[in-house]
């Protein structure tokens, strides 16, 4: 149950936060939020001043605002909007406290010394924020921040000249009233013992439900990357037919003229005419190439089908027990009943992988982003943390590092298959990812360098994960949605 508009108001007539003084800042999660206000509600002579609780929630089937008359929610360790608020807003006077219109968004209008800020509460179920404005309605900073909607720093918010476009809509018909809440005293206390005795079970509802999008997010991108997967496998699996067209390319190489594009052969290859696959067969050649050269690429793709399907099926097997540990973190999950533990189990996943789980069964939780491109491993650390968590304990001397060049950003790195060296496709692969994870992707093309693990230097006393490189090699990279796109289907999960 989130408040509508009435209710709201009842609220803010029953606080009279005008003239009050904000004392403290509290936020327990990221969509919860406490101010400590101070002061005096009635101009009553012999009254004296108060503090007060002001409880605020975005919780999307709790959108609220009220006083709270229980302890005021903290977190384990500072969280940003928190801190910015601290440095804004405490021991500054509320001038004015009102709700624009119907729209459930309230104003709090705040003054310390010669500044005066806006603080905007939308208390919308589906797009709940929290938002402070200089008076200029440019945004300080969100207590979410919303890209996609211009709610970010240096953004603008200006709900009050979007009231006179909304009065000129047609109305939904739907009429509010303030509802008949069990209990004694004000509509203030009665919401807060609602809501502690019935917030529980609403908030398991929207984390369950978070759980489920998060899960199911990771198994179609995993499905999808099993089914690219075992398309590559059906390939690998014919592969024998690339050492057949070598050896029918090299027993007629004395009548195939020069230049040739096709050969039209019979086959008669004992393998295949035991299993039926006999009669004419057309080979393509390539008509720069002698006979033995062609043979010779044939054989090439076969050994590398053949190498290859051995690494495509580990992955299938990896991917197939990715899928099995997401059922059982859907299903502990889904079985959790305390709202608190589950968001602290649903903090503690990773990309939808109970730890413990992981525990369980011996997996290693994953470091930074892989990607299964073309039978090579590809890791990404997103940050210092995970750069220098992937050059200690993941990459070994001769897997291969890149960086981009002039810009902050990721380590990219390529496992080595012993006896093979990189393909131009993969080490493109590779400089694109660390280009786009990297604060020069918005330039589309970049510099990069390379080299192997073993010629990195840390350097002593240096930030994490700083490294020196030696012998390293230039390339060049444009980026590629299409090259993207294709690499995120092989992004494992």
């Known amino acids: 149950m989130s408040l509508n508009w009435k209710e709201i108001n009842l609220v803010l007539q029953e606080l009279k936060l005008e003239g009050m003084q904000i004392q403290k800042v509290y936020q327990s999660t990221y969509d919860v939020l406490a101010l400590q206000v101070y002061g005096k509600r009635l101009e009553t002579a012999g009254q004296t001043a108060e503090a007060h609780l002001i409880l605020i929630s975005l919780s999307p089937l709790a959108c609220r605002i009220h006083e709270t008359f229980r302890a005021a929610p903290k977190s384990e360790k500072p969280l940003r909007f928190a801190e910015f608020l601290k440095s804004r807003i405490v021991n500054g006077r509320i001038e004015e406290a009102v709700q624009l219109g119907d729209n459930r968004i309230v104003r709090i209008t705040l003054r310390r010394g010669e500044n005066c800020l806006f603080l905007y509460i939308r208390l919308w179920s589906n797009a709940a924020n929290v938002i402070v404005t200089g008076e200029d309605g440019i945004i300080l900073d969100a207590m979410k921040r919303l890209p996609k909607r211009g709610e970010t720093g240096g953004g603008v918010y200006r709900p009050e000249l979007q009231l006179e476009a909304e009065k000129a ?84 190489s004395a009548s195939i003229p020069a230049e040739a594009v096709w050969l039209e052969t019979e086959n008669c290859a004992a393998e295949t005419a035991a299993m039926n696959r006999g009669g004419t067969i057309r080979i393509e050649l390539d008509p720069r190439k002698s006979p033995a050269k062609n043979a010779e690429a044939y054989y090439e793709k076969y050994r590398k089908a053949k190498s290859g399907l051995g690494d495509i099926r580990k992955e299938i097997s990896s991917g197939e027990r990715e899928l099995e540990l997401l059922a059982e973190a859907e299903e502990r999950l889904l079985g959790e009943t305390n709202p608190l533990r589950l968001e602290a189990l649903l903090k503690k996943t990773h990309r939808g ?7 369980k069964t011996g997996r290693k939780v994953p470091v930074g982003l892989s990607f299964a491109d073309g039978g090579w491993l590809i890791l990404v650390g997103r940050d210092a943390a995970e750069n220098d968590e992937l050059l200690r304990r993941h990459v070994k001397g001769n897997d291969l590092w890149l960086h981009v060049r002039d810009w902050a950003g990721s380590y990219v790195f390529i496992k080595n298959k012993a006896g093979k060296t990189v393909p131009l496709e993969i080490l493109l692969d590779a400089g694109s990812l660390a280009l786009f994870y990297s604060k020069g992707r918005n330039n589309g093309r970049g510099d990069l360098y390379y080299t192997q693990v073993k010629y990195l230097r840390r350097v002593k006393n240096g930030p994490k994960g700083l490294v020196i490189p030696a012998q390293e090699k230039n390339l060049s990279v444009i980026l590629d949605e299409g090259r993207l796109k294709r690499l995120e289907g092989t992004r494992i999960v």
Not at 211 to 227: D, M, P, S, T, V
Not at 236 to 246: K, L, M, P
Not at 353 to 359: H, M, Q, R, V, Y
């Open 169 to 252: 809509r047609p109305g939904t018909g739907k009429v509010y009233e303030v509802r008949e809440l069990p209990g004694e005293g004000s509509f203030n206390s009665r919401v807060d013992e609602w809501y502690a005795e019935h917030g529980g079970r609403l908030s398991l509802e929207e984390l369950r439900e978070e759980a489920k999008r998060n899960i199911g997010k990771n198994r179609n991108r995993l499905e999808a990357a099993l089914l690219k997967l075992r398309e590559k496998e059906a390939d690998y699996a014919g592969g024998e037919r690339f050492r057949e067209y070598g050896d029918l390319i090299l027993s007629n």
């Open 353 to 359: 992988i109970l730890p413990d789980a992981a525990k």
